[in-house]
C-alpha cells in the first residue's frame, strides 16, 4: 500500500524533517508498507527578534532615516522603525545600525551588545526584542547674540541652544 505525507509547520515553526531515512527533509514523504511502522514528523521552533528604533535621530525631514538591518545566511531585513522576523534556534543574526545623515548611533540596549558599536551579533535562543538608538548631532554655528567672544550657538541632541567654546558645550 502506497501512502503519502505531507508535513505543514505552523507559522511560528519549521520542518527539520522525517525519522524515515528514504524521506529525509523534503516535506512529501511517499512510503510503501509492507508492514506497521511508525514516522515522526520533526518541527523546529522559530522566535521572534524584534528590533526597535528610537530616539531624536530616528527620522528628519530630508527622508533620509536611521535603519537597521538584520542578517543571516538566508535572509537580510531593513528596519526604519519597527520589525520583526523568525528565526530558528541557533540562528546567528548580525544587528548593523546605520545613522541617517545629522545622526548618529547611540548605543544598543542588549547585555549582548555594549558600547557603541554599529554592528551586533546576536545568536537566537529564545524570542528578542532589541532597541538601538539614534541622536541628532549637535549643530553649531556663530552666536551673533554675542560678537565679542567666538561663542557658537549649538543645538543638542535634544534641541537645548549651548554656547560651544572650543572643543566643549556649556
Not at 65 to 85: D, G, K, L, P
Not at 125 to 151: H, M, P, Y
Request: glycine share 6%.
Amino acid at each position: 500500500t502506497q501512502v503519502t505525507l505531507i508535513a505543514e509547520p505552523d507559522a511560528n515553526s519549521t520542518f527539520a524533517g522525517w525519522n524515515v531515512d528514504s524521506c529525509g527533509r523534503d516535506i512529501t514523504c511517499n512510503l510503501t508498507m509492507l508492514q506497521a511502522q511508525t514516522v515522526t514528523a520533526t518541527f523546529m521552533q522559530k522566535y521572534p527578534l524584534t528590533v526597535l528604533l528610537y530616539g531624536t535621530g530616528t527620522n528628519n525631514v530630508t527622508e533620509n532615516f536611521s535603519r537597521v538591518t538584520m542578517v543571516t545566511a538566508e535572509q537580510e531585513t531593513h528596519c526604519s522603525s519597527v520589525c520583526e522576523a523568525l528565526y530558528e534556534a541557533n540562528t546567528f543574526v548580525v544587528l548593523t545600525a546605520y545613522p541617517a545623515e545629522g545622526s548618529k548611533f547611540v548605543g544598543w540596549n542588549n547585555k549582548a551588545c555594549p558600547g557603541t558599536e554599529t554592528t551586533c551579533y546576536i545568536n537566537i535562543e529564545r524570542a528578542q526584542t532589541i532597541a538601538a538608538q539614534f541622536d541628532l548631532k549637535a549643530v553649531c554655528q556663530d552666536d551673533e547674540s554675542n560678537q565679542s567672544t567666538n561663542a557658537k550657538a549649538c543645538i543638542g541632541f535634544v534641541g537645548e541652544r549651548h554656547k560651544h567654546h572650543g572643543d566643549r558645550l556649556h
